[in-house]
Structure formats: C-alpha cells, structure tokens
C-alpha cells in the first residue's frame, strides 16, 4: 500500500492502545463529571422533573459533602415530590463518583425498602456503564454491594435490623416509619430513637454524613427526636422542611425556604395545579395535611384543654421592678406550681414551673420555666424564680418524683413551699379546669409577649395524645389550688350570679375584669365548644 511503512504501523498501533486506554479510563472514572445529583438524575432518567424544592436539597445534599454545611441533615417534603429518588437513588451514585471508596448505608423501616433502593443502585450502574462505576461480581448482592477496585459500595437494612460491624461514612435513613399506625405508636418510635442510639450512630466515621430524609407523620417521630431538646446533639442537624404551602409569617421574621409568598403553593414535581392542592389538603385532613403536607405534626387534639378555651392579654400584668424583681399589679393572690422530672432518669423528662396571677375569677400566666434539669439544675431554677417573684407566698410542689427531694432541701432555706399530692388521675385533674378554661377564667401572655406560650398551649391542646404532659400538669395543679381548694370557685360563681343580675347568663364567656384602670382586656378567641367526650370527672365537680 502506498506510503505504508513498518515506522508508521507502529505509530497507528500506539495511537489506537493509548486511545482504547482512554476509553478505559473514561469508563472508570466516569469522564464527564456530575455536579450535582440533578446531573445524575437526568443522566439515568432524562424525564426527570427539577423543581425549586429539589434544587435546595441538592444544596444541602452537597453542602453536606463539601463540608460548607452541616454534615446531618433533616430533609421533610410532602409525598410523591422527588425527594426519596433524589436523596436514597441518585445521592449515592453522585458521592461514588467524587469518592469510589466511600461505604454508603441506606436504611428504611423495613429490609425490603431499603433493599430496593440497594438494587435500583445498583442496577443504575450497569445499566449506564459510561457512569464509569463498575460492581463488583463477587459482591452484588442488592441489600449489598461493593465497586470493584474500590472499598465504596452500599449496603441496605431495616430499622429493626443490625449493621453490626459495618463502618459507615455515609448514613442516609429514608422513612424510618411506615405509616400512621406506627407515628401513633410510642412503641415504634422508641425503636426508632434506640435504634439511632445504639445502632445507627455508632456506625459512624468521625466525619460521616447522615441524611434523614421522611415525610412527617407525629411531633415525637424520629426527625422531631433528633432536632428536639430531647436530643443533646441535636445542634448538630441542619432542618429543611419544605411545606406544600408557604404557611410562614413575615411579620415575626420568618422567611420560606422557597421564597414564596405567604399562602403560595410548591411547584410539583407531579404537576399538581392549585386546584389540586386544595382538593389533597381537604381530602387529607387537617391532622394529615399539617404533618404530611406542611412538614409540621402536631398530635391529634385531646379535646379537654382546647386551644379555642384561651383567652390572651396584650398588655404586661406585671412590672419588673427597680432590683430586678417581677410584681404582679392588683393581684389577690400570686402562686408558683412545680412539676418535677422523675428520680433516677436520663434527663428525658422536664421540669416545669409556672407562675400565676389571681384576682378574683381571673388567672393569668406570668411566668414559665420549662427545661431538662437534674437535681442540682432544679434547685437552681427554683432559687432563682422564687427570687424573681417575691411577691409569691406560696410555692406548690408536687408531692412526687424528685418533688420530696426538693422540698426536703429548700423547706428550711425559702418560706412557702407546699407539698401537693394529686387527688386523682391526670385526665380528672383537666378535666376539673374544663369549666374555668370555657368560661374564659385563664389568661395567657399574647405570644409577642412571650413565645413561651405556644408550646404550652401546643401541649395542653394535645393532652392526653401529646408526647409529654409536664406543663399540664403544672397548669392543673395551680388552678385545682386557686379555683377549687383556695377560694376561687367562690369568686367564679359570685361571677356568674353578678352576670345572671345583668342579664348575661346567656353569654358565651363573662367579661374579663381588667387587670389594673386603662389595662384593656386581650382579644378574644371563638367561642369555646362543648365537650361531647367521655365525661371523666373528678369527685369534687
């Protein structure tokens, strides 16, 4: 052939080995790099839908890698929005190509989620072979796996099974319980919180990145243990919920992880118009739609406190006085009740202590602590709000858990320390305070006031479904004291007559009587309704 030499033969030779060596090499290690998850996702699936919600969590999902954020991550978004594909399929591929020798666990509340999830991985990989990530033959198992020429890989579990043995680098938990049934099962979500503590968490390298990722179903789930106080790491976890609709108040400083305006809804991966999200939120419910939906659980209203029997004040009831001191203008009576943590726990129950205000019929919220303590914390506490109110003579604490503990200790060092022994069952003792909450007897500080009083209102409206009750407790035993054993009732039924005379016996709730002249009254909440529940009353009504 013309021009053909054994010189240029050689050359074509080594031209087309380095070439086929490139190919190799392509094919390693992957060639083109992915900069996000979004980039896989659409390599692997080109219908892929990204919408705003999806593009944050890519942020946070690589900020996590990247080190420019928190290393654990909660991530909430309502159902069938992307964000399990997104975080357990497309995540994992994405972290494999900045570091083939990362060791991935992904767990679920069952083995044979988790398990899927392992072999759509996988599967990925062979069927996208220019990804440039090979598994091993060995090794490919779906619940685990491992590249080849590598030490990454995944391996997949059930919440109720073991990684024994397995260090981890990365830890992602998707939907660690099944539905409903379990959310309301303190069962489940126990195993779900011993699980993190002698599971999950001691799997893991120094540096390791843990997403959860769940759609929300009760405010004590696995993401509201780990972000909560009940969790001393829980600064440690960076929180993105993105609710369906934009529910924050601008007004208060809050801002939407989306930038939508306040009532807007998210844009759906699923298409899902406005019409359609008005149809699922009523079709949902108002209990499913504010946890599924909205990222924000709360337990399902007890009924006996409700949240439409409170009435708020807009003005102090109190002045803080030239020494630091706090009194209570015009009152008849200012008491303090105690609910103290059990003896010998871990730390996971409260203590709680409020401060209260009476004249005549009337009571209001003053003061409130709430917080874990020890036995040390909690004398310290006590000292301290005693010191804050000296206008309050007596000091209720319940005859229980650490309780005798601390009377025992304080008796002879502060004045008016009362023993309190529940005379009945905690549902009895609220529903005692049923009738004075709907006749508008208890006032609490507006929540410009004091922020305080939306977890205590939270709380109180969830009795006896809610996760604790100390603050309940706190509340009761204060009103049992000052309506019932102390004299109140009277005041409350002088009242009631003094509006029969009037001609108001018809009226929903009587007036409040002003604090002090040109303190006006707080605004009033709808009318109270009825109790149609079981009528589990104490003796003494």
Same mark, same amino acid.
């Given at each position: 052939?013309?021009?053909?030499?054994?010189?240029?033969?050689?050359?074509?030779?080594?031209?087309?080995?380095?070439?086929?060596?490139?190919?190799?090499?392509?094919?390693?290690?992957?060639?083109?790099?992915?900069?996000?998850?979004?980039?896989?996702?659409?390599?692997?699936?080109?219908?892929?839908?990204?919408?705003?919600?999806?593009?944050?969590?890519?942020?946070?999902?690589?900020?996590?890698?990247?080190?420019?954020?928190?290393?654990?991550?909660?991530?909430?978004?309502?159902?069938?929005?992307?964000?399990?594909?997104?975080?357990?399929?497309?995540?994992?591929?994405?972290?494999?190509?900045?570091?083939?020798?990362?060791?991935?666990?992904?767990?679920?509340?069952?083995?044979?989620?988790?398990?899927?999830?392992?072999?759509?991985?996988?599967?990925?990989?062979?069927?996208?072979?220019?990804?440039?990530?090979?598994?091993?033959? #060995?090794?490919?198992?779906?619940?685990?796996?491992?590249?080849?020429?590598?030490?990454? !890989?995944?391996?997949? =579990? /059930?919440? +109720? @099974?073991?990684?024994?043995?397995?260090?981890?680098?990365?830890?992602?938990?998707?939907?660690?319980?099944?539905?409903?049934?379990?959310?309301?099962?303190?069962?489940?979500?126990?195993?779900?919180?011993?699980?993190?503590?002698?599971?999950?968490?001691?799997?893991?390298?120094?540096?390791?990145?843990?997403?959860?990722?769940?759609?929300?179903?009760?405010?004590?789930?696995?993401?509201?243990?780990?972000?909560?106080?009940?969790?001393?790491?829980?600064?440690?976890?960076?929180?993105?919920?993105?609710?369906?609709?934009?529910?924050?108040?601008?007004?208060?400083?809050?801002? #939407?992880?989306?930038?939508?305006?306040?009532?807007?809804?998210?844009?759906?991966?699923? !298409?899902?118009?406005? =019409? /359609?999200? +008005? @149809?699922?939120?009523?079709?949902?419910?108002?209990?499913?739609?504010?946890?599924?939906?909205?990222?924000?659980?709360?337990?399902?209203?007890?009924?006996?406190?409700?949240?439409?029997?409170?009435?708020?004040?807009?003005?102090?009831?109190?002045?803080?006085?030239?020494?630091?001191?706090?009194?209570?203008?015009?009152?008849?009576?200012?008491?303090?009740?105690?609910?103290?943590?059990?003896?010998?726990?871990?730390?996971?129950?409260?203590?709680?202590?409020?401060?209260?205000?009476?004249?005549?019929?009337?009571?209001?919220?003053?003061?409130?602590?709430?917080?874990?303590? #020890?036995?040390?914390?909690?004398?310290?506490?006590?000292?301290?709000?005693?010191?804050?109110?000296?206008?309050?003579?007596?000091?209720?604490?319940?005859?229980?858990?650490?309780?005798?503990?601390?009377?025992?200790?304080?008796?002879?060092?502060?004045?008016?320390?009362?023993?309190?022994?529940?005379?009945?069952?905690?549902?009895?003792?609220?529903?005692?305070?049923?009738?004075?909450?709907?006749?508008?007897?208890?006032?609490?500080?507006?929540?410009?006031?004091?922020?305080?009083?939306?977890?205590?209102?939270?709380?109180?409206?969830?009795?006896?479904?809610?996760?604790?009750?100390?603050?309940?407790?706190?509340?009761?035993?204060?009103?049992?004291?000052?309506?019932?054993?102390?004299?109140?009732?009277?005041?409350?039924?002088?009242?009631?007559?003094?509006?029969?005379?009037?001609?108001?016996?018809?009226?929903?709730?009587?007036?409040?009587?002003?604090?002090?002249?040109?303190?006006?009254?707080?605004?009033?909440?709808?009318?109270?309704?009825?109790?149609?529940?079981?009528?589990?009353?104490?003796?003494?009504?």
């Amino acid at each position: 052939m013309p021009g053909y030499t054994r010189s240029s033969s050689r050359s074509h030779d080594l031209g087309v080995s380095l070439l086929l060596l490139d190919v190799a090499d392509h094919l390693e290690t992957g060639g083109s790099a992915f900069a996000s998850p979004q980039d896989v996702a659409e390599h692997i699936e080109p219908r892929t839908v990204q919408t705003p919600a999806l593009d944050i969590i890519d942020r946070k999902l690589i900020d996590a890698y990247e080190g420019r954020g928190k290393r654990r991550v909660i991530i909430s978004m309502p159902p069938q929005e992307g964000k399990s594909q997104r975080v357990s399929r497309y995540y994992p591929t994405w972290l494999l190509k900045q570091d083939p020798d990362l060791r991935i666990a992904i767990v679920s509340y069952a083995d044979a989620l988790a398990r899927r999830w392992g072999r759509q991985i996988r599967n990925d990989l062979r069927d996208n072979p220019d990804i440039g990530l090979t598994v091993r033959h #060995d090794t490919a198992a779906a619940n685990e796996w491992q590249l080849a020429h590598y030490q990454g !890989g995944v391996i997949t =579990a /059930g919440i +109720e @099974s073991g990684l024994t043995g397995r260090p981890v680098d990365v830890l992602i938990i998707d939907d660690p319980l099944k539905g409903r049934q379990e959310a309301d099962s303190e069962t489940y979500r126990e195993m779900n919180k011993d699980w993190w503590r002698s599971v999950g968490s001691t799997r893991l390298s120094e540096d390791a990145i843990v997403i959860l990722v769940m759609t929300r179903w009760h405010e004590d789930d696995l993401a509201g243990f780990l972000s909560g106080p009940e969790n001393e790491g829980r600064d440690e976890w960076d929180v993105l919920n993105i609710p369906a609709q934009a529910d924050h108040s601008p007004e208060r400083g809050e801002t #939407d992880p989306l930038g939508r305006e306040p009532g807007e809804y998210m844009i759906s991966a699923r !298409g899902r118009t406005v =019409a /359609g999200w +008005e @149809s699922r939120k009523i079709n949902a419910g108002s209990r499913d739609w504010n946890a599924l939906f909205q990222g924000r659980p709360a337990p399902a209203e007890g009924g006996v406190l409700k949240r439409s029997y409170w009435k708020y004040f807009t003005v102090p009831r109190h002045v803080e006085r030239a020494d630091g001191t706090m009194w209570a203008i015009g009152a008849d009576q200012v008491l303090m009740s105690w609910d103290m943590a059990f003896k010998d726990t871990d730390g996971s129950d409260y203590v709680v202590g409020t401060v209260w205000g009476r004249r005549g019929p009337k009571a209001w919220l003053l003061d409130i602590v709430h917080d874990r303590m #020890d036995f040390s914390a909690t004398i310290m506490a006590f000292r301290s709000l005693v010191a804050r109110w000296p206008q309050c003579h007596l000091k209720l604490v319940e005859d229980k858990a650490n309780g005798p503990a601390v009377i025992n200790q304080l008796q002879t060092e502060i004045g008016g320390i009362v023993p309190f022994s529940p005379p009945d069952s905690k549902l009895a003792r609220a529903y005692s305070m049923q009738p004075f909450l709907e006749a508008g007897n208890f006032e609490l500080p507006d929540p410009m006031l004091d922020p305080r009083v939306v977890g205590f209102v939270d709380e109180c409206a969830a009795f006896p479904n809610g996760a604790h009750d100390d603050r309940v407790d706190s509340f009761t035993q204060a009103g049992i004291r000052m309506f019932i054993i102390g004299g109140g009732l009277d005041a409350f039924m002088s009242e009631l007559a003094g509006q029969q005379q009037r001609g108001m016996a018809d009226a929903d709730v009587p007036h409040t009587v002003p604090w002090e002249t040109g303190h006006p009254d707080g605004p009033a909440l709808p009318a109270p309704e009825t109790n149609d529940g079981d009528d589990v009353r104490p003796p003494w009504l």
